[in-house]
């Protein structure tokens, strides 16, 4: 199957700083991909549609300026958690779809805000 | 939206079959998939179903009933390895995003 690569795969950070995530597609090129939070023992929640050379879309909720989309080409799209606290401590995952059928999912990133 | 409904957790012998069960309501259905998830790890894909009827792919096979809004992922052979969460998620007609049921924790013991 397609290869997702998602960095990093974990980071710990203080409170109030920013860290930006990367999410590659390393064999295709995907027009879209998708950021997901998910808490323990929760569901995947989508945060926002991240589309190559457009701005991003955002699910109601999700705070447009904490959490800064940017899909510059088409195999790279960055999730930037803005002035992170920690409650924003949580697994965050990219995915790509390749043909409108299927997604591929990074790694994830296990962020950590103390 | 879609409101999708599957067991929390369960439990089931090295070697047995499971069934886990998916519900859902949509508007317009446009594809169900089950993914695997291990702790602490991104899912990965098992199965797709668009059509009515059952997908085989090795130990694991998918159902689904568009007229019922009803899927099941069932898994052969069980080993310990298949100790994950399954994760139904459903797509709507006219959108390519799919949403995500809470997931199926699967516990296999000896």
């Known amino acids: 199957g397609a290869v997702v690569s998602q960095h990093p795969s974990r980071v710990i950070c203080k409170s109030g700083t920013s860290v930006k995530i990367e999410c590659r597609s390393l064999?295709?090129?995907?027009?879209?991909m998708f950021w997901y939070r998910q808490f323990p023992k929760k569901s995947l929640m989508l945060m926002a549609t991240?589309?190559?050379?457009?701005?991003?879309?955002?699910e109601q909720g999700v705070e447009k300026d904490k959490f800064l989309i940017n899909h510059a080409s088409l195999t790279l799209s960055t999730l930037t958690v803005t002035s992170a606290h920690p409650e924003d401590s949580s697994f965050y995952i990219c995915?790509?779809?390749?043909?409108?059928?299927?997604?591929?999912f990074g790694q994830g990133t296990r962020l950590t805000v103390v | 939206g879609q409101n999708i409904d599957q067991p929390t957790e369960m439990t089931a012998t090295e070697g047995a079959i499971v069934q886990i069960n998916c519900t859902y309501q949509?508007?317009?259905?446009?594809?169900l998939f089950w993914y695997q998830q291990h702790a602490g790890e991104a899912p990965t894909f098992l199965s797709y179903?668009?059509?009515?009827g059952l997908e085989e792919k090795g130990r694991f096979s998918s159902f689904l009933s568009r007229s019922k809004g009803y899927s099941y992922l069932l898994l052969k052979e069980l080993q310990m390895k298949d100790s994950a969460s399954y994760l139904c998620?459903?797509?709507?007609?006219?959108?390519?995003?799919?949403?995500f049921g809470r997931g199926t924790s699967l516990i296999v013991h000896p």
């Open positions: 995915s790509a779809l390749t043909d409108n059928t299927e997604a591929f």
């Open positions: 064999d295709f090129q995907a027009t879209t």
């Open positions: 991240s589309n190559e050379g457009s701005k991003a879309t955002y």
């Open positions: 949509t508007s317009g259905f446009n594809g």
């Open positions: 179903n668009v059509l009515d």
């Open positions: 998620a459903v797509r709507e007609r006219g959108s390519y995003i799919p949403t």
